[in-house]
């Protein structure tokens, strides 16, 4: 490690780790150390200054990033848990349906004495059986496709976070809890209601009377409604994502990523002085340059779109600033001063090595030497917010507030992407690396071959020069994207695989609820073909009957998910959370598959046979 950066009392990117005695929490150990911190700039010398403490559990890790992997955990566990209430509502139709089925039997044994508490228990019983069941082949199931990601894992650093894929005992506990308490919420109203049968019509194996039927189709409807209501919910934010993704592939980087290789350079453990690690960075540039196929070279110390940054604080000569880098509120989250930029240390040449247009002054050059002016670069969205439309060559910049040192605005160069794909003009300061001494860097190269070819010759002059540098990481800057784009891309399938799921689950619901309407209305149908009725006629109530449902669960669902759809824009690249063209298709898909699962039934009752519909029961 340069031992500069140890020594610069002015540094900012250290972070204590300590362990608190029994009986003290944060909080008081914040406020221990927030009398050390006041006098922190008095007593350590000139340059050091107050920026104020925050203490964080160390398993919490940053507060901007556990808050995110929060709402991802609530986003994925919402969708999962509106599945499971759809496939827990098409349960309990059928229970209905079948305990009507079982009417005559269930009458039966109430006149021969059995209680309707034994008779409820029994049909408990049978739904927790079957909600276990599923449990289990559901674990299965989990336990296949865990074995399918360990197999083939994400690349590395798709994921903020490793995530580990595993069946253990506390999801084997989850799960069987799960089913146990989803089989007794979902099967104890079928139960309760076939217990309570009218006894003469049940003895007789009769349709049951008109109040009793309207209850009972009315709760199925009811469950109807619900289940398209949460496929709506779920459709939205499925088709939101997948529109993102294909807007976060159609976005200009503003760097030529098709031509480019990143090899990341860590001599930190190499014990390279400052002048030593300038002369490695020198050298390997050169070598870089003479590989065929290879047409620019440089380095950069913050890895473009790897979502990284590096941020300082940024203060125009003669514009008021803050002085901090950082501000620590009371509760202890760390917040950034609105004057702070994004900042990267490259050497010269990285411009045209990355395909970024200088639009007005300078490049870096070898002029730029550690004894020479400190200067910069800026980006264009810099430009415009600190300078308008004043030329800013020639301003002077300081990333520690007013006591310097200077900065000289030596050149602009055009908006382009940094972190991430979905950032939005984001400003920029670029510093030569020949003044900012870093020990890692990430070595990038233009190509005018394919980057693929020149992998395995840019990894033999890495090790030519130095032997002791591992370099595991080189790759194309096209698979960096694509790297960076796969959480995306994994949670746009995931949630459209849970939407599509969903969808299917309120088809079989609206199709199953039509269906036992149906045979509840055998005698019905007959009746009215005797009268004369038409075939599209009984077509047309069906379908009509099944469409209302749908259309009252799609009107609730698309309210809900408007709603809902609010907290994603966060994730969203380049679309609104009010995409008209996703809601529009998302309430076409849903009423297409309804009105296929309505057709079904309504052919069905279109061929009921007059004579024996007149003869049922």
Known sequence: MNPDLLNNKTNSWLFGVARL?????????????????????????????ATG?????????????????????????????AVLLIACANI?????????????????????????????????????????VGGLLGLGLAWAMARAVAAAPPPRGALPLAVEFAIDGRVLMFSFALSVLTGIIFGAIPARKATRPSMVPGLKDAAFDSAEQGRRVSLQKTLVVVEVALSMLLLIPAGLFVRSLQAARAIDPGVDVDRIVSAPLSINLLRYTSAQGREFYRQIIERAQRVPGVDAASVARVPILNGTSRMLGFLVEGQPGPEADFVFSEGGAITRSRNQINANVVSPGFFKTMGIPLTSGRDFGDQDSASSPRVVVI?????????????????????????????????????????????EGARMVFMPVAQNHETGMTLYVHTSIPPEAVVGSLRREIQALEPNLPVPDIATMSDTVATSLFAARLGAWLIALFGG?????????????????????????????????????IFLL????????????????????????????????????????????????????????????????????????????
């Open 21 to 49: 005695k029994p009986g003290i929490t944060p909080e008081q150990a914040r406020a221990d150390l927030i009398p050390i911190e006041a006098t922190y700039a008095t007593t350590v010398g000139p340059g050091a200054r």
């Open 53 to 81: 403490v925050a203490v964080l559990p160390v398993d919490e890790g940053n507060p901007a990033q556990r808050q995110r992997m929060r709402m991802v955990a609530l986003l994925l566990g919402g969708v999962v848990s």
């Open 92 to 132: 309990a139709n059928m229970l209905l349906a079948r305990a009507t089925a079982r009417r005559r039997e269930l009458a039966v044994r109430l006149a021969l004495g059995a209680s309707a508490g034994r008779l409820f228990r029994q049909l408990l019983t049978e739904s927790v059986l079957l909600s276990l």
């Open 379 to 423: 980006n264009d969205a810099t430009a415009k917010m600190h300078f308008g439309n004043a030329n800013p060559l020639g301003a002077r910049v300081s990333f520690r507030g007013q006591r310097g040192p200077w900065h000289e605005i030596v050149g602009v160069v055009g908006d382009s992407k940094y972190a991430t794909l979905g950032e």
């Open 501 to 537: 799921l969903a969808l299917l689950l309120a088809a079989i619901g609206v199709y199953g609820v039509l269906s036992f309407s149906i045979a509840r209305r055998t005698r019905e149908m007959g009746i009215r073909f005797a009268l004369g009725a038409k075939v599209s006629q």
């Open 542 to 617: 069906v379908i009509r009957d099944g469409m209302v449902l749908v259309g009252i669960g799609v009107t609730i669902g698309m309210t809900a998910g408007f709603i809902a759809a609010q907290s994603l824009a966060s994730f969203l690249y380049g679309v609104s959370t009010s995409d008209l063209a996703t809601f529009v298709v998302s309430t076409l898909v849903l009423l297409t598959v309804a009105l296929v699962a309505c057709m079904i039934p309504a052919r069905r009752a279109t061929g009921v046979d007059p004579i024996v519909a007149l003869r049922y029961e």
